[in-house]
């Protein structure tokens, strides 16, 4: 029992993102305070929604590096729907998942059924949806979105008043945030989708063989990862209260950190909520601990590509060492 905890990477995250809260804390005493924390992880919601759904294409071998241009997108579409036709919150959340669940198909479909690599569609997606963006917006914001999507924004639950005497409590953004992890968790663990998706990363051919149909699966992650998108991209504009259609610049970069960190494989095949949401709280942590102790901007991107690095390695060493250890059978023919 403790031997097999010792080799549970969820654990050595949590212990991790221990050590690393005791540093920040006693170097900055802002940290620990309740009013931080709730900021910490209302501003960090946007990326563990969406590395959930990155899980579950990094569990099955594939990445989607057009995360960032395909929630910007989105954002652009529920501000426009909004300005335009006002509506109320329902259709604008149907607007932004319905369009981020089409991208994902066709994401998906052209990954699945032209046999095209993964990061090749979604380079090619990224780079379409940032063109096509940039030839609707010009790079303008929008503003003036609605006074009763404003107020949704505002919406906090179990108020208290902390020792500084600060009214907080838990945003409508966290709430969400906790709903799709709740989500995730359900599908990966009691669905026949979930297996799936484990058993196409861990070994197509046997998936296959077992009478998985690898292609529909594929599609539904590429159209799930699309479905939080457009969660992200609506929860995004409620904390905003605006749209930048360049706010998600690099932020593949980050979703991907953060799944990586939280133990999923990048070859595939490995992967859990529990372990995204550590990565995340760890990467949101460690930003937050960056920006208290006054550490320039670019050692934070350095910074973040050298842990990035460092859990690839990690990964990669821990396989060829399971490789090792697994008897080898030599057959003659």
Same mark, same amino acid.
């Given at each position: 029992?403790?031997?097999?905890?010792t080799?549970?990477? +969820?654990? #050595?995250?949590?212990?991790?993102?221990?050590?690393?809260?005791?540093?920040?804390?006693v170097?900055?005493?802002? $940290?620990?305070?309740p009013?931080?924390?709730?900021?910490?992880?209302?501003?960090?919601a946007?990326?563990?929604?969406?590395?959930?759904?990155?899980?579950?294409? @990094?569990?099955? &071998?594939?990445?989607?590096?057009?995360?960032?241009?395909?929630?910007?997108?989105?954002?652009?579409?529920?501000?426009k729907?909004?300005?335009?036709?006002? &509506?109320?919150?329902?259709?604008?959340?149907?607007?932004?998942?319905?369009?981020?669940?089409?991208?994902?198909?066709?994401? &998906?479909?052209?990954?699945?059924?032209?046999?095209?690599?993964?990061?090749?569609?979604?380079?090619?997606?990224?780079?379409?949806?940032?063109?096509?963006?940039?030839?609707?917006?010009?790079?303008?914001?929008?503003?003036?979105?609605?006074?009763?999507?404003?107020?949704?924004?505002? @919406?906090?639950?179990?108020?208290?008043?902390?020792?500084?005497?600060?009214?907080?409590?838990? *945003?409508?953004?966290?709430?969400?945030?906790?709903?799709?992890?709740?989500?995730? #968790?359900?599908?990966?663990?009691?669905?026949?989708? %979930?297996?799936?998706?484990?058993?196409?990363?861990?070994? *197509?051919?046997?998936?296959?063989?077992?009478?998985?149909?690898?292609?529909?699966?594929?599609? $539904?992650?590429?159209?799930?990862?699309?479905?939080l998108?457009?969660?992200?991209?609506?929860? !995004?504009?409620?904390?905003?209260?605006?749209?930048?259609?360049?706010?998600?610049?690099?932020? +593949?970069?980050?979703?991907?950190?953060?799944?990586?960190?939280?133990?999923?494989?990048?070859? %595939? %095949?490995?992967?859990?909520?529990?372990?995204?949401?550590? &990565?995340?709280?760890?990467?949101?942590?460690?930003?937050?601990?960056? @920006?208290?102790? !006054? @550490?320039?901007?670019? #050692?934070?991107?350095?910074?973040? %590509?050298?842990?990035?690095?460092l859990?690839?390695?990690?990964?990669?060493?821990?396989?060829?060492?399971?490789e090792?250890?697994? *008897?080898?059978?030599?057959? +003659?023919?």
């Amino acid at each position: 029992m403790m031997k097999q905890l010792t080799k549970s990477k +969820e654990l #050595w995250i949590f212990i991790m993102l221990i050590v690393l809260s005791v540093l920040i804390s006693v170097r900055s005493s802002v $940290f620990l305070r309740p009013d931080n924390l709730i900021d910490l992880l209302k501003n960090n919601a946007v990326l563990g929604i969406m590395a959930l759904g990155m899980t579950l294409v @990094i569990i099955t &071998g594939g990445i989607d590096v057009s995360v960032g241009a395909v929630v910007a997108l989105l954002t652009v579409l529920a501000g426009k729907f909004m300005v335009t036709f006002s &509506g109320n919150l329902l259709l604008v959340f149907l607007v932004a998942i319905a369009s981020g669940i089409l991208i994902g198909i066709i994401n &998906g479909t052209l990954i699945a059924l032209a046999n095209i690599p993964a990061i090749v569609v979604t380079l090619g997606s990224m780079s379409i949806i940032n063109g096509l963006m940039l030839y609707y917006t010009n790079g303008s914001w929008i503003n003036d979105l609605p006074t009763w999507f404003i107020d949704f924004g505002k @919406i906090t639950f179990f108020k208290f008043t902390d020792a500084s005497g600060n009214m907080v409590g838990i *945003p409508i953004q966290i709430v969400i945030f906790l709903i799709m992890i709740f989500l995730t #968790w359900a599908l990966l663990k009691y669905t026949l989708i %979930g297996r799936a998706v484990y058993a196409i990363g861990g070994n *197509p051919v046997s998936a296959k063989r077992v009478g998985i149909n690898i292609g529909r699966t594929l599609i $539904f992650v590429y159209a799930y990862m699309g479905f939080l998108a457009g969660v992200a991209a609506v929860t !995004h504009t409620s904390i905003m209260r605006q749209v930048d259609p360049n706010a998600f610049l690099g932020f +593949e970069l980050q979703v991907v950190a953060a799944v990586v960190v939280g133990g999923a494989s990048i070859t %595939g %095949g490995s992967g859990s909520v529990i372990g995204t949401v550590l &990565g995340v709280l760890f990467m949101a942590v460690l930003n937050n601990g960056l @920006i208290l102790t !006054h @550490i320039p901007t670019f #050692w934070q991107k350095i910074i973040v %590509g050298l842990i990035i690095i460092l859990a690839v390695s990690f990964d990669v060493i821990q396989r060829k060492r399971m490789e090792k250890s697994l *008897p080898r059978v030599d057959v +003659e023919y």
